[in-house]
């Protein structure tokens, strides 16, 4: 499967923004989706994450309440609405699919055997 991230851009501090991850050649109701984020010279960590049917979520505790992720099987895109946005949520943004038709939703990069290219997203103090 091929994934397009898209949606990124610089936003004040407090500002929102919707990143969408488009997938293509694959069925996208067979994969869990996550978001995971990379800073400079940071490694990649993971933000959030939602099952096959779009039921159940997780995210990370930094992100917990300020982010959404979100789904549509129809369109083939999973979404990451974000609000309250700190500088030191700036980084890039990466959507992953993992097809483990496991119960509990991965956290970590080694689930996840499809990545998009990434989005940056900058947010200014």
Not at 34 to 42: D, L, N
Not at 95 to 107: E, F, I, K, Q
């Amino acid at each position: 499967v091929q994934l397009q991230a898209s949606g990124g851009g610089l936003v004040q501090a407090g500002g929102s923004l919707r990143l969408s991850c488009a997938a293509s050649g694959g069925t996208f109701n067979s994969y869990h989706m996550g978001w995971f984020r990379q800073a400079p010279a940071k490694e990649r960590e993971f933000v959030a994450a939602i099952s096959m049917n779009g039921i159940r979520t997780i995210y990370a505790d930094s992100v917990k309440g300020r982010f959404a992720i979100s789904r549509d099987n129809a369109a083939n895109t999973v979404y990451l609405q974000m609000s309250s946005l700190k500088p030191e949520d700036t980084a890039v943004y990466y959507c992953a699919a993992d097809p483990s038709w496991t119960r509990m939703l991965g956290t970590t990069t080694l689930r996840y055997v499809y990545w998009g290219q990434g989005t940056l997203v900058t947010v200014s103090s």
